[in-house]
């Protein structure tokens, strides 16, 4: 479990392909002290697993099935990712939970610049724009955040310039693609529903089959 405040980022040094998967190198950009193998810390959003570890750099493994879904299918030596170690107990939670798991890409639209922030339009998939609402948190590349507006298949995103300063959302042109995670209350809301859903549309058929039946 992440929170979605990126406190350093990495450098990608190597990029090994192995088969059904590949192996990345990342140098930190600030030493990070406590990251040991086995560990779980998140590469813009996407939540791996250290297979080697150091205060300079890590490496982490990714199959083939999150290289398709993310955005670090396209990662080559000298891109630039936000990083975020896992929760652990008595940490500060200051963003939203974030599970590390991508439910989609999206692609930078627009971009509004202002003094004091910048604003994000990003499209995404149908069933992304489902779960967004006014005020809402989402995870932009690992990056809390909170959803202003929804316009059919755009929602706005509005950053400040810190944001933008110590995570790669600064980079951002018209066109990038970013890994997108809903808020996982949405995700559990869409569950629920689709559940009595079926539930209501099931008790409904037997309801009939009854009556039918003569009963």
């Known amino acids: 479990m992440f929170t979605g405040i990126i406190e350093n980022q990495g450098i990608v040094i190597k990029r090994e392909d192995r088969g059904g998967q590949v192996r ?13 193998i086995g560990d779980s810390i998140a590469v813009s959003g996407t939540c ?12 982490a493994d990714v199959v083939r099935e999150t290289l398709e879904a993310t955005t670090l299918g396209s990662l080559k030596p000298g891109d630039i990712v936000n990083l975020e170690k896992s929760l652990k107990v008595g940490d500060p939670l200051g963003g939203h939970f974030v599970t590390g798991h991508i439910d989609g890409r999206g692609i930078v639209a627009k971009i509004e610049r ?5 604003t994000l339009f990003i499209k995404a998939p149908k069933d992304i724009i489902a779960l967004q609402a006014p005020k809402g948190s989402i995870a932009l590349d690992g990056v809390s955040l909170t959803v202003q507006k929804v316009r059919g298949p755009i929602f706005e995103i ?23 995670e809903v808020d996982i209350v949405a995700r559990y809301l869409k569950t629920c529903f689709s559940s009595r859903k079926t539930a209501a549309i099931s008790s409904k058929m037997i309801l009939k089959t009854l009556l039918r039946g003569g009963f």
């Open 48 to 59: 791996l697993t250290a297979v080697y570890a150091s205060e300079s750099c890590f490496e």
């Open 24 to 36: 990345f190198r990342f140098r930190f950009r600030k030493k990070e002290k406590g990251l040991k």
């Open 114 to 118: 202002r003094k004091k922030n910048t």
């Open 158 to 180: 509005a950053v400040i310039p810190h944001t933008l300063k110590v995570t790669t959302l600064g980079l951002k042109r018209i066109g990038s693609e970013v890994n997108v």
